[in-house]
């Protein structure tokens, strides 16, 4: 038996028919950078998530840092945000030159706890930077309110939820800029990397463009340090096609989480969706004080799993000199024992099944 955490190959086999002959018809007509399809997708990424502007750039990484900036970050600066992440969220504001600060989570959502929020914020703080993990929006209502009180910049990271919503907009959409990534592993993926800034600000738009394109707003004048930050032609093929189908690959990730729900229901504490928005899965990750021995039941079925994330950000290596003594131990329990299990658009509901009958054989 063998379950992959994410089944690309059957995805392909699916798109292959459609996405083949336009990268080919992209590859013939030469524009590889700059071109109609990437112009394409940005209007198209833009009407889906409902803002004005969508800028597309290299990575989901890039979108961060090129907000970051966007907002005027620099040294001296704090931004708040969690510690529960992919490393991006955070390496970004160092990349700025400014300093993370670390809010606990909310151990039933793994969002940020809204009520430790205020309490860090200080004179030097100038974003919060949620992330609406494992496809989760966060609630940010109580999150703009702050950021109106105290003059802050809200900076979503949607890597892992593009397409959820919250509040009648799209993941991103809420706050001053949103951020996510077409990684090959997430809800929206390119055959590469990938990565777009949404936001409906039209002054942010314009300094986002700058940023993502040599710092220069007339060709060949560069006013402030930009990147090369390109989304290329085929990655545009690749993604306006699996944008048409993103809603239905997301309802699909809602159906497996509902019949594992219904099937881990008192064998181990499955994801708790808040009910605040839509959460469209990127990740089903359960919780349970013997993950490591479900861990290794199915890893010994051929079955894939992952834990993410091992080790919280605050207790990285590259944070010891500056976060060696912050605790936070919402993080650190989770950390434990989060165990995160097959899901994709194309898994099986029979593989579901095989899934959920070795998680229980595993805790007899
Ligand atoms: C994937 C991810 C990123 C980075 O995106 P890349 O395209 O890999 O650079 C940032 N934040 C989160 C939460 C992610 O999951």
């Not at 459609?18 to 071109?35: F, S």
């Not at 907002?71 to 030159?97: H, K, N, Q, R, W």
């Not at 105290?150 to 959820?164: C, K, N, P, T, V």
């Not at 605790?327 to 593989?351: G, H, N, W, Y």
Request: aromatic share 8%; hydrophobic share 45%.
């Amino acid at each position: 038996m063998n379950i992959p955490m994410l089944d690309l190959k059957a995805e392909y086999a699916l798109l292959k028919d459609e996405i083949e002959p336009a990268v080919c018809a992209a590859l013939a007509a030469c524009q590889y950078i700059g071109g109609p399809n990437v112009k394409a997708f940005e209007a198209e990424a833009a009407a889906y998530a409902g803002v004005k502007h969508a800028i597309s750039c290299a990575s989901g990484t890039d979108a961060l840092l090129i907000a970051l900036r966007a907002i005027g970050l620099g040294p001296g600066d704090e931004v708040i945000t969690t510690p529960f992440t992919f490393v991006a969220t955070v390496s970004t504001v160092l990349m700025c030159g400014a300093k993370p600060v670390f809010v606990d989570i909310d151990p039933r959502s793994f969002n940020l706890d809204l009520n430790q929020v205020e309490a860090a914020i200080t004179p030097a703080t100038r974003a919060i930077v949620p992330v609406h993990l494992f496809g989760q929006p966060v609630q940010l209502a109580p999150l703009k309110a702050l950021c109106e009180k105290h003059g802050l910049r809200l900076i979503e990271d949607a890597a892992q939820s593009f397409g959820a919503d919250y509040a009648g907009r799209k993941s991103g959409a809420y706050g001053d800029i949103g951020c996510t990534s077409f990684y090959p592993s997430k809800n929206l993926s390119a055959f590469g990397d990938g990565g777009l800034i949404i936001t409906d600000n039209d002054a942010l738009a314009a300094e986002l463009r700058v940023l993502a394109s040599h710092g220069s707003r007339v060709r060949y004048h560069h006013h402030v340090l930009g990147y090369n930050s390109r989304l290329d032609e085929i990655q545009a093929v690749i993604l306006r096609a699996k944008l048409k189908r993103l809603d239905a690959f997301n309802n699909r990730r809602i159906a497996i989480a509902d019949s594992y729900n219904r099937q881990l229901a008192g064998v181990v504490e499955t994801p708790f969706a808040d009910g605040y928005g839509h959460h469209v899965y990127h990740q089903y990750t359960i919780l349970s004080g013997r993950r490591d021995a479900i861990q290794k039941a199915l890893t010994d079925a051929g079955i894939a799993c992952a834990v993410y994330y091992p080790v919280p950000l605050h207790r990285q290596e590259m944070f010891a000199a500056t976060h060696g003594d912050v605790k936070l131990p919402v993080t650190e329990r989770t950390a434990q024992r989060c165990l995160s299990l097959p899901i994709s658009p194309m898994l099986q509901d029979a593989q579901v099944e095989t899934v959920c009958d070795v998680i229980r054989n595993a805790l007899k």
